[in-house]
């Protein structure tokens, strides 16, 4: 388990594009996990609501994720939601904290923009994310988008 002194979220910048681009996940988690480049090409088109973030520890580049703030859920204007779109962990890296330490940044950053739950979807799968996020306190109710698991996490 890492420690919190030198864990931070980066913005992704020119800097430390190459870095975050080099993020790999195990290849059983491949299938459920998107290429860090393709996440940023999406933060690109949806900049209204896409939030990249480099996980550093130290100097070391650990993963990447990308959360969504107010996002159109049913496209219909009539439901905004807030969340965990993207989560790649290096694939040496797993199982320190960082996963969790990602996962806590993201509902804080929705808490403090005022918001009360933090959504997340995963693709089911004995290789999938489902037991993590629900060891997080994640709780499904049978809802599903395009074929992933949606889960939330209560922030109250």
């Known amino acids: 388990m890492t420690t919190s002194a030198g864990l931070r979220l980066e913005t992704i910048t020119s800097a430390n594009f190459e870095a975050a681009t080099a993020i790999r996940v195990r290849p059983e988690q491949e299938f459920a996990a998107e290429p860090v480049v393709k996440s940023l090409a999406e933060a690109y088109v949806h900049s209204g609501v896409a939030w990249p973030r480099l996980i550093v520890d ?19 204007g009539s439901v905004l939601r807030s969340g965990l779109w993207r989560l790649n962990i290096a694939a040496g890296e797993q199982g320190r904290g960082y996963g969790r330490f990602a996962v806590e940044s ?20 004995p290789d999938g994310p489902e037991g993590f996020y629900l060891g997080l306190g994640f709780r499904t109710d049978g809802e599903t988008s395009e074929g992933e698991t949606v889960g939330v996490l209560e922030l109250g």
């Open 58 to 76: 130290g100097d070391r580049p650990v993963g990447f994720l990308m959360a969504f703030f107010d996002i159109d859920w049913y496209e219909d």
């Open 106 to 125: 993201v509902a804080a950053e929705i808490r403090r923009r005022g918001g009360k739950e933090c959504y997340v979807t995963w693709h089911p799968g």
